[in-house]
């Protein structure tokens, strides 16, 4: 997923282009790092900074990955985790 999202969203005109698909990679990746991040992906951070540093465009879509991770903790986490994942993500 993040292999994908990195290709589509590295210049301009393929991100515009594939704006949809995009959208639909991030809310999964979103999902998978509900499950996976910090215990098992670590490393989620440091990676999307440094992916971060590549274009304006990935990075773009880098915030809009980290708002859209931001509103399922804090927003819908009640809901969709349990307290303890809830409350370990805000800290």
Known sequence: IVTKIIALSSDEATAAREKMYVS???LILVQVLKQEWP???????????????????????NI???RLLSEEVFDFGKVDMTSAKTEHLKT
């Open 64 to 66: 809009t990955i980290l």
């Open 24 to 26: 639909r990679l991030n």
């Open 39 to 61: 215990h098992n992906w670590p490393s989620f951070i440091p990676e999307i900074v440094a992916s971060s540093k590549r274009s304006e465009i990935l990075c773009a879509n």
